[in-house]
């Protein structure tokens, strides 16, 4: 399968991104406290699209499934890695939905003041985490609408199917473009 220049720029960018929160996992388990773990059972909701942030999350234990405002599954977050960290950095609301994976999760809170501290320390590397995370959220932004437009495309189908048969040169284009949709690494 050919990749796109931009499709390898977002592959780059994520594994970046992903590199710079083992890294901040790796150095602030040397400063965790273990009394700050928190648990959620299987499914839990950890905090919601829109809540105020009070607090970022290193994982013990488990997974985190991340989600876009409509449920569109974004990520999958596990051990050793920082999630809800994003919006401490650009100073929003929560902009996706955090939930404990199949098997629960353990995490520890990352504070609000912690973090503060290392963004002041490092002005540079916080405009550039900045940068990253606004680009992240709006490649979320993007995968929620593709998913949409594909389930659109798969009602539409589903309706020609329906109606006729004579199609099936348009029914066989549709079904092409679907599979290149959901091939495209662009939804998980």
């Known amino acids: 399968m050919n990749i796109s220049k931009n499709e390898k720029i977002r592959h780059h960018q994520k594994g970046r991104l992903q590199d710079w929160r083992q890294g901040a996992a790796e150095k602030y388990d ?62 929003s609301k929560r902009t ?33 985490l900045r940068k990253i995370e606004m680009r992240l959220i709006d490649s979320n932004r993007q995968s929620e609408f593709l998913a949409r437009k594909l389930g659109e495309l798969k009602k539409s189908l589903e309706v020609i199917k329906d109606n006729s048969a004579k199609n099936e040169a348009s029914l066989n284009q549709i079904n092409k473009v679907i599979q290149e949709i959901e091939n495209s690494n662009v939804i998980d």
């Not at 773990?37 to 999350?57: F, H, L, M, R």
């Not at 995490?107 to 550039?128: C, G, M, R, W």
Request: hydrophobic share 40%; with cysteine; aromatic share 6%.
């Open 30 to 91: 040397k400063t965790v406290d273990s009394s700050s773990d928190v648990q959620w059972s299987a499914g839990e909701t950890i905090y919601k699209v829109g809540e105020n942030p009070d607090c970022a999350y290193l994982v013990v234990e488990g997974n985190v499934i991340i989600e876009s405002p409509e449920g569109l599954k974004l990520n999958e977050i596990g051990p050793r890695e920082i999630f809800g960290e994003a919006s401490i950095l650009i100073g």
């Open 96 to 128: 996706v939905t955090a939930k404990a994976g199949t098997s629960g999760v353990k995490a520890a809170k990352i504070t609000h003041d912690y973090l503060s501290q290392i963004f002041s320390e490092n002005p540079l590397l916080s405009a550039v």
